[in-house]
């Protein structure tokens, strides 16, 4: 049974920064690729940033220089750190696992972000 859990979504101010983690289990963590996506009310799911498994990035143009997604193979975890926190930055925040081999691909239930003052 595959299951990411996210933490770390929360309430914070313009400009200020949060971690969220995504925690995967029940996959052979190393070979897929990670991803983080945001769905903001009224609006598309879009990515915010994709690791592969050989660790290339991308990165959306909105957050390119504010957010930076990592992953720890040994702790079949993935991270995205966000800096300079805007408030159209809010949005829930997905987890995304796909497998490179089979094209199969899973979600998290989501953490809310909201940036307010």
């Known amino acids: 049974q595959v299951q990411l859990v996210e933490s770390g979504g929360g309430l914070v101010q313009p400009g200020g920064s949060l971690r969220l983690s995504c925690a995967a289990s029940?996959?052979?963590?190393?070979?897929?690729?990670m991803g983080w996506y945001r769905q903001a009310p009224g609006k598309q799911r879009e990515l915010v940033a994709r690791?592969?498994?050989?660790?290339?990035?991308i990165t959306a143009d909105s957050v390119k220089g504010r957010f930076t997604i990592s992953r720890v193979n040994a702790k079949n975890t993935v991270y995205l750190e966000m800096n300079s926190l805007k408030p159209e930055d809010t949005a829930v925040y997905y987890c995304?696992?796909?497998?490179?081999?089979?094209?199969?691909?899973?979600w998290g239930q989501g953490t809310q972000v909201t940036v307010s003052s």
């Open positions: 995304n696992a796909e497998s490179p081999i089979t094209g199969n691909t899973y």
């Open positions: 690791t592969t498994s050989s660790g290339k990035t």
């Open positions: 029940g996959i052979f963590f190393s070979v897929y690729a």
